[in-house]
């Protein structure tokens, strides 16, 4: 909740327009302006006007200044707020509408090529059936899919020059993919007349290298679905998962475990600053500046994935807080994190899943987990914090569970059990994943004596999640826009009225 300072005397000489103030606090104001700007890509990205809502906001712009002489000093003082959500709104739906004409014009422009050059911009998927390579055309023209036969060499990095049919990007929830991916079009089985190796970023090269090393060394030491499971788990690499493994953690709610989401991320973070703090003796600056570091190459490596993206800015802005001595605040936080990857990407709002997940489930734990821990059950003393565990998974699928049964159809009451008796162990099994593959590469014998624990671990994850896809309790109604609306209306209710109620439940 925003904190506004109310002002010491009205202003008898009000004038309309955006006012000015210095009492409006600046996080409430940065709150409203990236909290409009988001509204307005999201208004823009679902095809409604922009002019519509802009005809909207100025009905009200002049109710308010029609009653503004019997309004109190606190909404006055809100009126700025609302000029900074109204142009943030407009500001967005046009960054929105630019930046979709953009990748159309780019499309259009490609549709009747047949040659086509670049550069290969991100590590090919590799799939049994099929390999797909992402390509930057050269002097901007775009980006592309080639879509190669199986077992086909193509590296990040490669210059390709190929000829074929574009096929433009389908009217489905695949297009609107491609479309949030920035890719114009793909080409299946193309003649690749030239390659040419090494033309990326030597940075990203290495990166790359190393991650395709360690993924080299889970499939050595660990059994197929062991493997999978791990290099999901801590590179949120689904590339080797085999349809049947899939569709057991599907159908066990268990999916999210295998990408990079803030649970990831909060344990490598937490892991890093540890063992910073032990190699550099307690000293702050110095075990930030390598914690993050370390951090931003992994989250490129990775391929910036927005939990990862999303996760890393909030843990950083916890650390920030700390050496300026100010109090962390998980609004703006999250805030920020979601305005940086609009800005980077506007479609992301609408088209990605994984923001949508993302922020829902995190907005659910910091604002409906405190009130879940205030049930009795929740705060009786128990081994591991599992009581505390079992409350914020309960937070995080009941936030995103109208996301979850309009894209997937596959919630199951069962998730909650299965991801409890795994996320206890989770942070065990990351870190001796990631042990692992370090101690592999320095000394063989002691990576594959460590692969015997991590292995055993992996394999009870495994077990779990066969277990509950096979007595799976599915619940999937039917909810629409409007069931949606209503559902999360009714959430944002439930965490006012609490506030109301216990004015210390954000406090602790």
Not at 445 to 460: E, K, N, Q, R, W
């Amino acid at each position: 909740m925003a904190i506004i300072e109310l002002p010491d005397k009205a202003t008898p000489d009000y004038t309309p327009g955006p006012p000015t103030t210095s009492k409006t606090a600046p996080h409430s104001i940065f709150f409203y302006t990236a909290v409009g700007f988001i509204a307005g890509t999201i208004v823009a990205g679902l095809g409604l006007s922009i002019l519509h809502i802009f005809i909207s906001l100025v009905v009200l712009e002049m109710l308010y200044v029609g009653f503004r002489r019997h309004l109190s000093d606190h909404s006055r003082q809100n009126h700025l707020l609302f000029w900074c959500l109204l142009l943030a709104t407009l500001t967005g739906g046009i960054y929105y509408t630019v930046h979709d004409y953009t990748y159309h014009s780019k499309r259009v422009a490609l549709e009747h090529k047949t040659e086509f050059a670049g550069v290969v911009a991100t590590p090919p998927s590799v799939r049994v059936d099929r390999v797909r390579a992402t390509v930057r055309l050269n002097d901007n023209a775009g980006h592309i899919y080639l879509q190669l036969e199986p077992h086909a060499i193509i590296n990040y990095g490669d210059f390709v020059n190929t000829q074929g049919r574009l096929v433009p990007p389908p009217r489905d929830s695949y297009g609107r993919y491609m479309a949030k991916e920035g890719v114009h079009g793909t080409i299946f089985r193309p003649e690749l007349l030239h390659i040419g190796e090494n033309d990326g970023s030597k940075l990203m090269l290495g990166l790359f290298s190393i991650r395709s090393h360690a993924l080299t060394t889970l499939r050595r030491l660990f059994t197929a679905d062991e493997a999978a499971f791990l290099m999901g788990t801590l590179f949120g690499d689904r590339d080797s998962f085999s349809k049947e493994l899939l569709e057991k953690l599907s159908v066990s709610g268990t999916m999210h475990l295998t990408a990079l989401s803030g649970l990831h991320m909060a344990i490598i973070v937490f892991s890093l600053f540890y063992l910073f703090d032990f190699i550099f003796r307690g000293r702050r600056l110095p075990r930030t500046v390598a914690t993050f570091t370390v951090v931003a190459l992994f989250v490129a490596m990775t391929g910036f994935t927005v939990s990862a993206v999303r996760a890393s800015l909030m843990a950083f802005l916890v650390s920030l807080a700390e050496h300026g001595g100010r109090i962390y605040n998980p609004k703006n936080a999250i805030t920020l994190a979601a305005f940086a990857i609009t800005i980077a990407n506007p479609k992301a709002p609408v088209f990605d899943l994984g923001f949508q997940l993302s922020f829902a489930a995190v907005l659910s734990i910091i604002y409906l987990g405190p009130i879940i821990k205030r049930v009795r059950f929740f705060t009786e003393p128990g081994s591991l914090s599992w009581r505390s565990i079992l409350a914020i998974t309960i937070a995080a699928q009941i936030g995103v569970f109208p996301i979850a049964v309009a894209n997937f159809a596959n919630f199951s009451f069962s998730a909650l059990p299965a991801n409890m008796a795994i996320l206890i162990i989770m942070p065990i099994v990351m870190i001796a994943g990631f042990a692992t593959i370090t101690l592999s590469a320095v000394l063989a014998p002691l990576g594959a004596l460590l692969a015997i624990p991590t292995a055993f671990l992996t394999d009870y994850i495994l077990f779990v999640v066969n277990l509950f896809a096979t007595y799976s309790i599915p619940f999937n109604p039917h909810l629409g826009l409007f069931g949606t609306l209503l559902y999360y209306a009714g959430l944002i209710w439930i965490c006012v009225y609490w506030r109301e109620r216990d004015k210390t439940v954000y406090q602790e």
